[in-house]
């Protein structure tokens, strides 16, 4: 698989070539079209893998990449919907001990999802723009059905 761009500059993934059309996906949606060759150019430089994943929404990624267990995402979402929130409180509040909620809260710091924030007169931490528009595209995502079951 490559990553190929067409006339207009737009990315996709080369999924069969022949003589004169190949069948390309679009990342964003997902759809599947032949494309002329003479209208495609193989891009030598993008990682098919990368061109996949940008077809997610850009704060999906950056959160995904940032929390990587349940226990990450629920500190993250307990930040957007509580708003800011001292870190006196965090402690009292959830199961972590202080060097993992501040690896934590680095982290979600490094990939933008959070600032330092006062609250009550304590420092502490609130989700930025970036974080609460990752969880609203989760929580209003269109779920995909559960594959079915053959029954015998």
Request: hydrophobic share 35%; proline share 4%.
């Amino acid at each position: 698989m490559r990553t190929v761009r067409d006339d207009d500059g737009d990315h996709y993934l080369l999924l069969k070539e022949s003589d004169e059309s190949s069948l390309v996906r679009d990342p964003e949606s997902g759809a599947e079209r032949y494309v002329a060759n003479e209208d495609l150019d193989v891009v030598d430089d993008e990682s098919p893998l990368s061109t996949a994943a940008a077809g997610i929404d850009p704060a999906v990624r950056r959160l995904v990449t940032a929390t990587y267990d349940d226990q990450s995402l629920g500190l993250l979402v307990e930040l957007v919907d509580r708003g800011p929130i001292s870190t006196i409180d965090l402690l009292d509040s959830y199961d972590l001990c202080e060097s993992d909620l501040h690896g934590l809260l680095a982290e979600f710091r490094a990939a933008g999802l959070v600032e330092e924030a006062e609250s009550a007169g304590q420092r502490g931490y609130a989700a930025t723009d970036l974080a609460r528009e990752a969880i609203t595209e989760l929580r209003d995502g269109e779920a995909s059905e559960p594959a079915s079951t053959p029954t015998e």
